[in-house]
Structures are given as structure tokens and as C-alpha cells.
């Protein structure tokens, strides 16, 4: 039962009535027995501001970032980590002494998924699709991973500059329109092939990446951080295709996971977090 020294915690972004964070996050609280409520909080862009500065009044524990806010949030932040500044996205801010404190555990997500279906990063090459927040977060975490190259897909190449600039030290990195067809018949040399772009993302189920899947070849990994719906278009073409596919349910899990240690001090019970998730989607 919610009372007067109930914690908060939430979710800001847009849209988030599809979100499925409130589920896995309030079913771990419940089974760590902990007096805390997770809500997810629809914010547009132009009230970012005004929605952080009421979360840090209002004294909530902390809260996630999604889709659009991930790099534009941290300019009302008190402290960033060293992983979100090098990445340039937050996904998580801890509330602590009335101060924000930005953290990005899409990284640990991501890489743990991997790991967990036995894909092995160290020395393979790599497509990504998108430019954003997540793309940011993977990226990092292929580089750390030993990643050999990274190929990136997007819409508007000058936009993504900023990011070749950013790994451009760490690894080797290329960008190119998605639309063309040198970057698409260079997919059939990699291993990996990740949307990390919200195409796709329900109720736009129809939509996605162009991916010319003639050029995919089966044994390339196929991953989409999309999680509702479960199996997005991208994932239902690279099933015909003969991909291993996965989806962001695990990636929510690990990141969910993450975030929840740096707001309470405890673990996660992920396999709650998975349950509640699969349950949810099934609604």
C-alpha cells in the first residue's frame, strides 16, 4: 500500500503510454519489498525544463529518460558519469540531496543481451541503425567490447557527424545514407546488424529501417532495441531472412536492472523483471 513515505520514481518521454518500464521496475520493487511507485510521465520536448525542475521539487528518487530526451536532458542535470558524458546520453538520473545525477546503463543492457545468447563481439563487424541517444549507447558498448568495425545507416549523414567525431579514437567507424547501395551490399560483411531507431515502435508497426534483406546472409546476428512490439517488421523480415533475431526485452531488462541498483542500493531480481515484462507485452 502506497503511503506518505512511498518513493518515487518514474519515466519521462514521448510518447510513454506504451512504455513497459513501470511493469518490470514496480514488479522488482515489490518483490525486493521495497515502499517505492514507478509511474511513466508523458513530457514533449519544450517541457523538458519545466517537467525536470517539477521532479527534482516534488523529491522523487530518480527517474529514466527515453526517446526524445536522452541527450537533451543533461543540460539540466547537476553532475553527468563518465559514461553518459561520453556517450552524450542519459538514460537514468539518480535524485539525491536535490540534486540530479545522469547515468546511462543502456550499455550494460545491451551487452548483456548479447552475451546472453552466446554472441561473442570481440574481432566482428558491425551495421548500426540510427543516430541517436541508443545508437550513442551501443556504439560505446561495441567499442569496449572489442568490436573490429562499425558501419553506420542513417537518414541525414551530416547529422550523425557529430558522432564519427566522438568514436573516431576508439574505433574504426563509418556513416552512410541508408539508402545507399554500397552501405546496403556491404551488410553482407557483417555479423551484426542493429535498428537502433524507434521505426518500427508501436502503434507505427508497419514502419522501418530500409534494409535490402537479399544482401543479409542468415548467420548475421539481427537485433532491434524495439520491444513493443515484440516482433517489429525489421525482426519479422530477418526471421524469413534465416537471422537469429532478438529484440529489446532483454536490453530493458539489464538497463531496468541497472537503474534500479543505483536508485535503491539493492539487486534486481531480473528474472521477476523478465516475467513481468513478457507478461505485459502478452496484454
Known amino acids: 500500500m502506497y503511503t506518505g513515505k512511498t518513493k518515487n520514481l518514474g519515466l519521462i518521454g514521448w510518447p510513454v503510454e506504451y512504455s513497459l518500464s513501470p511493469a518490470l521496475q514496480n514488479a522488482a520493487l515489490e518483490a525486493a519489498h521495497l515502499d517505492y511507485a514507478y509511474i511513466a510521465m508523458p513530457v514533449k520536448k519544450s517541457q523538458l525544463a519545466a517537467a525536470v525542475a517539477g521532479i527534482r521539487s516534488l523529491g522523487f528518487r530518480g527517474f529514466n529518460v527515453t526517446i526524445p530526451h536522452k541527450t537533451a536532458v543533461m543540460d539540466y542535470l547537476d553532475s553527468i558519469d563518465e559514461v553518459a558524458e561520453a556517450i552524450g546520453a542519459v538514460n537514468t538520473v539518480v535524485c539525491q540531496n536535490g540534486r540530479l545525477l545522469g547515468y546511462n546503463t543502456d550499455v550494460i543492457g545491451f551487452i548483456t543481451a548479447l552475451e546472453?545468447?552466446?554472441?561473442?563481439?570481440?574481432?566482428?563487424?558491425?551495421?548500426v541503425l540510427g543516430a541517436g541517444g541508443a545508437a550513442r549507447s551501443i556504439i560505446a558498448g561495441l567499442a569496449h567490447g572489442g568490436i573490429q568495425e562499425i558501419s553506420i545507416g542513417v537518414r541525414n549523414v551530416q547529422k550523425a557527424e557529430e558522432l564519427a567525431r566522438?568514436?573516431?579514437s576508439k574505433i574504426k567507424l563509418e556513416i552512410h545514407s541508408w539508402e545507399d547501395e554500397c552501405f546496403q551490399r556491404n551488410l553482407s560483411a557483417m555479423d551484426l546488424l542493429v535498428n537502433t531507431t524507434p521505426l518500427g515502435m508501436y502503434p507505427n508497426i508497419e514502419a522501418g529501417p530500409p534494409v535490402k534483406w537479399q544482401y543479409i546472409r542468415p548467420e548475421t546476428?539481427?537485433?532491434d532495441v524495439i520491444y513493443t512490439p515484440a516482433l517489429t517488421k525489421f525482426l519479422r523480415m530477418a526471421r524469413e531472412n534465416g537471422n537469429h533475431i532478438l529484440n529489446g526485452e532483454e536490453m530493458l531488462v539489464g538497463q531496468g536492472a541497472a537503474a534500479f541498483s543505483l536508485w535503491t542500493g539493492k539487486q534486481a531480481d531480473t528474472g521477476v523483471m523478465l516475467a513481468a515484462l513478457e507478461k505485459a507485452l502478452k496484454k
Not at 545468447?117 to 551495421?127: D, E, L, M, N, P
Open 116 to 127: 546472453g545468447h552466446g554472441f561473442s563481439i570481440k574481432g566482428k563487424r558491425a551495421a
Open 166 to 168: 566522438m568514436f573516431a
Open 221 to 223: 546476428f539481427v537485433y
